[in-house]
């Protein structure tokens, strides 16, 4: 089992910055890749950035310049730094960890992004 849970959300003005982190406990050994999804009301999760163990990473074209995903292998953290914010980037954002080993996939609980106009 992999816990994972999210911390830095909020509220902010556009144009501000937040950076996200997502803290993993348990049996990560074997997690590879990470990655964070956001979803708002009545729409489907959506992919915002992953980052594999080797740190390659892939982002959605809506965040490209503008957020930064990263991971510290050692504190098994995994971050989402954002920058230039704007309102269509609220949304409840999520973590998640690929397990290598079993293709099981972990999610965290979430946290909220609000950018204001």
């Known amino acids: 089992q992999v816990q994972l849970v999210e911390s830095g959300g909020g509220l902010v003005q556009a144009g501000g910055s937040l950076r996200l982190s997502c803290a993993a406990s348990g049996s990560i050994f074997s997690i590879n890749t990470m990655g964070w999804y956001r979803q708002t009301p009545g729409k489907q999760r959506e992919l915002v950035a992953t980052?594999?163990?080797?740190?390659?990473?892939k982002y959605a074209d809506s965040v490209k310049g503008r957020l930064t995903i990263s991971r510290d292998n050692a504190k098994s953290t995994l971050y989402l730094q954002m920058n230039s914010l704007k309102p269509e980037d609220t949304a409840v954002y999520y973590c998640n960890a690929n397990d290598a080993r079993t293709g099981y996939v972990y999610w965290g609980q979430g946290t909220q992004v609000t950018v204001s106009s």
């Open positions: 980052i594999t163990s080797a740190g390659t990473t």
